[in-house]
């Protein structure tokens, strides 16, 4: 039984920390590098029209598997497929995700809690482009300093993690989604009233579809999933604290409409910022965020330098609410493993997973510097933990679990969960039927396909 402390107290809660995880890094810091490097409005239709035809669905799958199950995802499995026990090991999904999620997102959340704190002592001041190029290249190369700020960001999200679903989870969901969206605002008002910001908006905007190939399609697809957070399980844990009056498909519609939103107007941040100084491009990868924006801030707000120093604060710790939202329901998957099926405290067992993250994330760390050269698979640790998470269990979870909801459940006990027991309308319950049988699972397919390299004659 779901004890009410193991409830999200308001649908609106539920629902604003369901969109803390799916809002984080992947909408402010991938979703423009990937538009950047894909070439903009067509990358950007294509990766919405696979968040309704895909995300959206396997959301909805993962919450009514969660809601289902109730008390934790291992026991969820074996109760919606009808009591066998053969199920079970799905649970172990979310359970190894969290560990491999964290430990490689916290290193970058770390170091956008390093650059809120550059901003704020007023660290980017008077610096030349020269001067970012080579200050992130010596940051994140450290030995020590990068390991440090990735371990702040854990210790505050075992903190929120170890205080419980209401007090923790849903509480820093309900302040700090409202504050993000304040400073996104904020952020893209100052940013449309750059010059050349129209620039920006054409990249983001017009379609270019002659741009369109299939890696540019798979990309899309890769984006929709980790910007949902779907196929770890992760959304399946949070729906175990979900109440029964929550309407499944609605209000997984509206945490895609906020995810997508906040994408997009991260969007509307960073393209007219970038263009409005000559010679910059829109595709300078990972490193957009934290060499091209800084100098951006500094160049174009350099003769008023208040605002160039607020500009920047707000920008990195609106970075660092989104990724400790997401944080914070990654070491939840884990946690809420050891917490219910071990009996462990949630104190305990929220720290017991931080530890082990702090270790693999201290590996994943040094592999931008002094393990630049320690490879596995032919990649460092940071690659591998992204490969293994974004490009495996992603695709692979995210098929099992269409598969099961699709093939495996009783239809009726589907039917009952999205339709509250008869007692909501579910208008797209067909539709969605059919995506999770057929369509998910084919589409997930050739996306796993792809990242094994089976369609390379394709490129
Ligand atoms: N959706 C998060 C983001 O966009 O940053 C990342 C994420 C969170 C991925 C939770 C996976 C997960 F389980």
Not at 2 to 18: E, M, R
Not at 410 to 439: H, Q
Not at 444 to 458: K, S, T, V, Y
Request: proline share 3%.
């Amino acid at each position: 039984m779901k004890t009410n402390k193991n409830v999200f107290a308001s649908k609106v809660g539920a629902i604003l920390a369901a969109a803390g995880s799916a809002v984080g890094l992947g909408n402010v810091w991938r979703f423009p590098t990937e538009t950047g490097t894909n070439g903009g409005a067509a990358f950007i239709l294509i990766y919405v029209l696979f968040m309704l035809l895909l995300g959206v669905p396997i959301m909805v799958t993962e919450f009514a598997i969660g809601r289902h199950g109730g008390e934790d995802v291992t026991h969820a499995f074996e109760k919606m497929s009808g009591g066998q026990r053969g199920w079970r090991w799905m649970g172990l999904i979310p359970l190894v995700s969290g560990f491999l999620v964290l430990s490689y997102y916290a290193v970058v959340a770390g170091w956008t809690l390093y650059y809120a704190y550059e901003a704020l002592i007023g660290g980017f001041s008077g610096k030349s482009p020269e001067d970012f190029t080579n200050d992130f290249v010596a940051f994140s190369s450290d030995s020590l300093q990068p390991v440090f700020w990735m371990m702040i960001i854990i210790i505050l999200t075992c903190g929120i993690v170890a205080l419980g679903v209401q007090k923790g989870i849903e509480r820093g969901a309900r302040i700090m989604m409202p504050l993000l969206f304040v400073f996104i605002l904020v952020l893209v008002g100052c940013s449309l009233a750059l010059p050349n910001a129209s620039k920006g908006l054409t990249f983001l905007f017009q379609p270019d579809f002659s741009k369109v190939n299939s890696s540019v399609i798979l990309s899309a697809m890769g984006q929709a999933f980790f910007s949902l957070s779907v196929g770890l399980g992760c959304l399946c844990t949070y729906a175990c604290y979900f109440r029964k009056d929550i309407d499944l498909m609605k209000d997984g519609l509206s945490v895609a409409s906020i995810d997508t939103l906040v994408a997009l107007l991260s969007g509307l941040i960073i393209f007219p910022a970038v263009y409005s100084i000559q010679g910059l491009q829109p595709d300078a990868g990972p490193s957009l965020v934290f060499i091209t924006l800084p100098n951006v801030f500094q160049q174009v707000f350099g003769n008023i330098s208040w605002l160039a120093y607020l500009f920047s604060l707000i920008f990195y710790l609106l970075l660092v609410m989104a990724a400790l939202t997401s944080s914070i329901s990654m070491l939840e998957m884990s946690a809420a493993y050891f917490h219910k099926n071990l009996h462990l405290s949630r104190p305990l067992a929220a720290v017991i997973v931080s530890v082990v993250c702090m270790l693999l994330g201290t590996f994943c760390s040094w592999s931008f510097g002094d393990w630049k050269d320690v490879t596995l698979f032919g990649m460092g640790f940071f690659d591998l933990f992204d490969y293994i998470v974004a490009k495996l269990i992603m695709p692979i979870g995210g098929m099992l679990m269409c598969i099961f909801l699709g093939w495996v459940v009783d239809e009726k006990v589907l039917c009952a969960e999205m339709t509250n027991n008869g007692t909501i309308k579910s208008p797209l319950y067909s539709t969605y039927r059919f995506i999770i049988r057929y369509f998910a699972p084919l589409c997930i397919f050739l996306i796993f396909a792809n990242e094994l390299g089976l369609f390379g004659f394709l490129k």
